[in-house]
């Protein structure tokens, strides 16, 4: 903009020097043609008071003179030429029709200026009427107009200059200042505008519909950019807290965009800036490549699970379409290793639950058939049906530890929370394995103090049984069983210790595990299912709390749990 003013400045100051220019030779030209004409007057007074024109003598003087640039002539009333001190008299024709002539014939005086083609510029010519009706004529041929002015040039031209010079200077400085709130104004375009800027530019009435558009607008701005900040921000907090991978890929497989998950999910490294790499740069896993170049080629969605550095994930793939264009893939990278273990474990515990049911069916169904067909007799029908009772007991535990070990975790017990007095619930538990320790020979002691806790008092009650029978059946006769209930920095302890045969350390990581059995011969002589610890295991995690164990082949085991 402002160059555009400093040009139009430019051009208008040249149009306004070039006006003066020629006003001023206009003006000057007029000027030196009165001037011209006055002192061809004069001239032809002077001339007509001081010489005698019937004077042969002076009027040959006066021809003489022809260097003077005065031309005189003398013209008879009826336009015959007298005299001429310059031209040829035998060739010169009668002047009756110069208007100067007429002019002076009858007002006394006459003027005139002719234009002459061959000389190129003009001729005053100045007539009087004398006392005996002849006509004195002087003439004066105009000074060429350049020569006139080349006298005048080097003032004219400075003049000219310091009008320039003026002209476009001020306007310059008008420019300038007219220009200063909108240069302030728009210096703060795209930063935050100041109040003095919007105080400098509202000067201009004829601005004030821009500002406040602009206002407006900044303000919609503002409002829009602030909305983007929130939905990206929003966007960021959501991918980044996923546990879940995001990935979006473009359609040559580099990485657009990856969140942290994504990046763990993958093992790779979080000092790494994945956005522009190749994918295979983080995951070299062949089916899940072939399956993203597939849905490039098809433009369409797939699903794969793959096993990457001991997790399994399931790779849900999306193309993403702009325009019916495909622009890229969207990969959502759930961990599944979990919910596989799970599946494997629910087969393992399908298989183990049918084995164990139909191990004590088969011998009851043997040992029944054999008393059917009459071919037990005497004491040997009363040993069989001990072994039906012993395996029916088996079968019905196993199915209660089933029953027990669906039903919490199933959480189908999570309403029945009250504050059950872990002491009071441990003397009851207790009181009924005193008969099994006693035959067992073993002490059975109980301590600590009454401790409330929230919790399910029937949950409660099968995790200190399970684990008080656990240390009876495991302990030799003549050994020690002890329950203690105490607090420690605010957190509820249970405690049972034992003076038993002790768990071998390569199988203490696995007893918690459903059927697991440490010594299978032993455990089947004293009915256990391999459910009891499993059964532990789940109640405390029902009840938020932790297990651990501790443990010496031949010394005994404690097992601390802690709420
Ligand atoms: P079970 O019904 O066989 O007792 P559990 O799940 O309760 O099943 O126990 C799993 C295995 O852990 C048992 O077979 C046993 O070998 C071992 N075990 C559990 N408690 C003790 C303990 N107090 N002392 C020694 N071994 C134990």
Redesign the pocket.
Known sequence: MKRKIHLSVALLSTAITILVAFFMMITFYKFNNNNQMDSLKNTGNLISNVIHLTDADELNTLKTHENTNVRITLIDSDGSVLFDNKADMNNIENHIDRPEVKQALKKGTGQSIRYSTTLGYDTYYYAIKLENNIILRVSHEAENPLTAFSGILPITLLILVLIFIITYYTSSLLANHILRPIEVFTKNIGENISEEAFKYLSVYDELSPFIRTYESQNKEIENKDIDLEEKSTLLDVISSSMGEGIVLLDTSMKIMSINNSGIRLFNGSRNISYSGKDFIRLCRDLDLNQTLEVSIGKKSSNEVMINHNNKYLNIYINPVLRNCELTGLLLLVVDSTEKHKLDIMRREFSANVSHELKTPLTSINGYAEMIKNGMAKGDDITKFASIIKREGERLLSLIDDIIKLSKIEDNSDDNNLEPVNLYTLGKDVVNSLELLAKEKDIQLELKGISIFMKGNKGMLQDLLY?LLE??I??TNPGGLVQLTICEDSKKTIIKIK?T????PVEHQDR?FERF????KSR?KKIG???????IVKHIVEFHKGKISLESEVGKG?EITITF
């Not at 038993?500 to 768990?503: A, E, K, Y």
């Open positions: 399970n656990n240390s059946k495991y034992d038993g045969i002790g768990i007893i697991y059995i440490v010594d455990s256990s299912t391999g459910l009891g610890l499993s085991t």
